[in-house]
Nanobody
Framework: EVRLVESGGGLVQAGESLRLSCAAS????????IGWFRQAPGKEREGVSC?????????VYAESVKGRFTISSDYAKNTVYLQMANLKPEDTAVYYC?????????????????RGQGTQVTVPT
């Protein structure tokens, strides 16, 4: 059974940082692209970032987070991280980790085969 478990969300002030973690099990980590997407109340799902393990770890970022967020993976721990810096109120959302046995979609629009339960990130105005 494939499981993706997110952690690290919370409430932070604008300008602060958070690191989200996604622990994956039940899959061959190296064979999957692992991504993050977010959904805020009343808004459409937005792809945030993706790391393509089968493609030597190539990464994709949404324009809205470029320069502020960094995705990385720890193969020894089967874990993907999303380091978020300089957080803004518009980053407030539930963040989901997701996995798919293909390369990352450069547009971050493609659905993933598996997803986690999500972790809330709140940045008050």
């Amino acid at each position: 059974e494939v499981r993706l478990v997110e952690s690290g969300g919370g409430l932070v002030q604008a300008g602060e940082s958070l690191r989200l973690s996604c622990a994956a099990s039940g899959l061959t980590f190296d064979d999957y692209a692992i991504g993050w997407f977010r959904q805020a109340p009343g808004k459409e799902r937005e792809g945030v970032s993706c790391i393509s393990q089968p493609d030597d770890g190539s990464v994709v970022y949404a324009e809205s987070v470029k320069g502020r967020f960094t995705i990385s993976s720890d193969y020894a721990k089967n874990t993907v991280y999303l380091q978020m810096a300089n957080l803004k109120p518009e980053d407030t959302a539930v963040y989901y980790c997701a996995a798919d046995p293909h390369y990352c979609d450069p547009e971050l629009r493609a659905d993933y085969m598996y997803r986690g339960q999500g972790t809330q990130v709140t940045v008050p105005t």
